[in-house]
């Protein structure tokens, strides 16, 4: 490929960057999806260990754009409750499904199955180009779009870039947008176990002393266990056979859930959060984690990335439909304006929680429990919360 004029580049085949194409169907929208992975990568893409709670309002985009109907039903699993335990306490806040009216908080979905049911459906769709194993070397603005230098030496010129590559973002970078990074020196593995005693669908959350755990109940007598260590003791960890790493979880879980088997690959993921300091420039506009990467302390990071790209296609279907420039800056402002009036709150909010239940001094650790215990015993609050982690719709 020499040279490629199309209408919407998009920059990343991640879930954001394929669900935006997704969401552009129908719309006679000429769209270009690149991709530095190759094909194989992206068309079969491999258990990662990651399991995504996804919200009511994600999954009525998910069912819009066909790829719920696609999940493996045995796959997906019922977030019914959650528990929040601090330090030594066994007892914390319990957020239970009738707090937020609803028969439950969500649904548990592995992020390569929803990898996989966005790309099967994107590359079946008409006016679609899949461009794996293209990675981008420069980005220039021009009349009428932008102009996207390829690493090959190919060109591609489109009226509006989104730039879906993560949170470490080439293209943001390339754009000139700046963003504030935070390296929380941590490290998360993900692996999947069994259990001994029956989870009942309730999530648990544990800020303990020098470590965070999540239990997330899977299907069955199983689940995935979230563990988020210093990288020091994170290499101990993982260099574990599976033995020994089974009795290690059991005692840092302090035998709440009996006896546990490792039964899966373990993953590491660093942690670091992102926030743009602009999701759009003219011409070009950030989804996903290149504009907002979320800890994972929430579970909110892929809920927010998908509803972004949901609100920036939106945005780019009526100025289709009106004719005017999908790629304009007043377009590409009220996307701006509008994301970053619903991401701002949750990523503040993460970050005090993180700053907040990562603080192992003497003094806070009272504080910790207290502030669990008050939201317990009102359940007003309860509600508020368990709506935010439902958003129902």
Same mark, same amino acid.
């Given at each position: ?17 394929l669900?935006f194409?997704?969401s552009?169907?129908?719309s006679?929208?000429?769209l270009a999806?690149?991709?530095?992975q190759?094909? &194989?990568?992206i068309?079969?893409? =491999?258990?990662?260990?990651?399991e995504?709670?996804?919200?009511h309002?994600?999954?009525a985009?998910l ?9 493996d039903? &045995? ?7 959650a528990?929040?335990?601090n330090g030594e306490?066994?007892?914390?806040l319990?957020i239970?499904a009738d707090?937020?009216?609803?028969g ?6 592995p992020?390569?199955?929803i ?7 994107? =590359? ?6 899949l461009? =794996?194993?293209r990675?981008?070397?420069g980005?220039a ?5 932008v102009a996207l230098?390829?690493?090959d030496?190919?060109?591609l /010129? =489109?009226?509006l870039?989104?730039?879906? &590559? ?10 000139g ?6 390296d929380?020196g941590r490290?998360?593995l ?8 029956? /989870?009942?669908?309730?999530a648990?959350?544990?800020?303990g002393?020098g470590?965070?755990?999540a239990?997330l109940?899977?299907?069955g ?6 563990? *988020?260590l210093?990288?020091?003791d994170m290499a101990r ?10 009795a ?5 879980f302090?035998g709440?859930?009996g ?5 899966g690959t373990?993953h590491?993921?660093p942690?670091v959060?992102?926030?743009? &300091?602009?999701f759009?420039?003219?011409g070009?506009a950030?989804?996903?984690?290149a504009?907002?990467g979320? /800890?994972?302390?929430t579970?909110h990071g892929f ?5 972004g790209q949901?609100t920036l296609?939106e945005?780019?279907?009526r ?13 590409l ?5 509008? /994301? ?10 993460t970050?005090?929680?993180v700053?907040?239940?990562?603080d ?5 650790r009272?504080?910790? *429990?207290a ?5 317990n015993?009102?359940?007003?609050l309860?509600?508020?919360i368990a ?7």
């Amino acid at each position: 490929m020499n040279r490629m004029d199309v209408d919407v580049a998009i920059v990343g085949a991640g879930p954001a960057g394929l669900c935006f194409a997704r969401s552009l169907e129908g719309s006679g929208l000429s769209l270009a999806v690149l991709e530095r992975q190759p094909l &194989d990568a992206i068309a079969q893409p =491999a258990f990662d260990g990651r399991e995504i709670a996804l919200t009511h309002a994600s999954r009525a985009i998910l069912e819009r754009l066909g790829l719920w109907q696609r999940f493996d039903p &045995d796959e997906v699993s019922v977030l019914r409750d959650a528990r929040v335990s601090n330090g030594e306490a066994v007892c914390g806040l319990q957020i239970s499904a009738d707090d937020g009216r609803s028969g439950q908080l969500g649904w548990l979905v592995p992020n390569h199955l929803i990898r996989q049911a966005a790309y099967d459906l994107v =590359a079946a769709q008409p006016g679609v180009q899949l461009l =794996a194993g293209r990675g981008v070397a420069g980005v220039a603005r021009e009349a009428g779009g932008v102009a996207l230098t390829l690493e090959d030496g190919g060109t591609l /010129h =489109a009226r509006l870039l989104v730039a879906a &590559d993560s949170r470490f973002s080439q293209v943001r970078r390339t754009l000139g947008i700046g963003a504030r990074s935070r390296d929380h020196g941590r490290q998360m593995l993900v692996t999947r176990v069994g259990i001994e005693r029956p /989870h009942g669908h309730v999530a648990w959350e544990w800020f303990g002393y020098g470590q965070t755990l999540a239990l997330l109940p899977l299907n069955g007598q199983r689940a995935s266990v979230v563990l *988020t260590l210093p990288p020091a003791d994170m290499a101990r960890v993982v260099a574990m056979d599976d033995a020994a790493f089974g009795a290690e979880l059991e005692r840092r879980f302090r035998g709440q859930v009996g006896a546990i088997q490792a039964s899966g690959t373990r993953h590491v993921y660093p942690l670091v959060s992102v926030f743009a &300091d602009r999701f759009a420039v003219p011409g070009a506009a950030l989804v996903g984690d290149a504009a907002v990467g979320m /800890h994972p302390v929430t579970a909110h990071g892929f809920n927010l990335g998908l509803q972004g790209q949901a609100t920036l296609a939106e945005e780019v279907l009526r100025a289709h439909r009106q004719g005017v420039g999908i790629g304009a800056m007043e377009v590409l402002a009220r996307y701006d304006r509008r /994301h970053r009036a619903a991401a701002w709150p949750m990523y503040a909010g993460t970050r005090l929680v993180v700053r907040l239940y990562t603080d192992d001094r003497t003094r806070m650790r009272g504080l910790r *429990t207290a502030i669990l215990r008050t939201a317990n015993r009102l359940p007003p609050l309860r509600r508020v919360i368990a709506g935010r982690l439902t958003q129902a719709v």
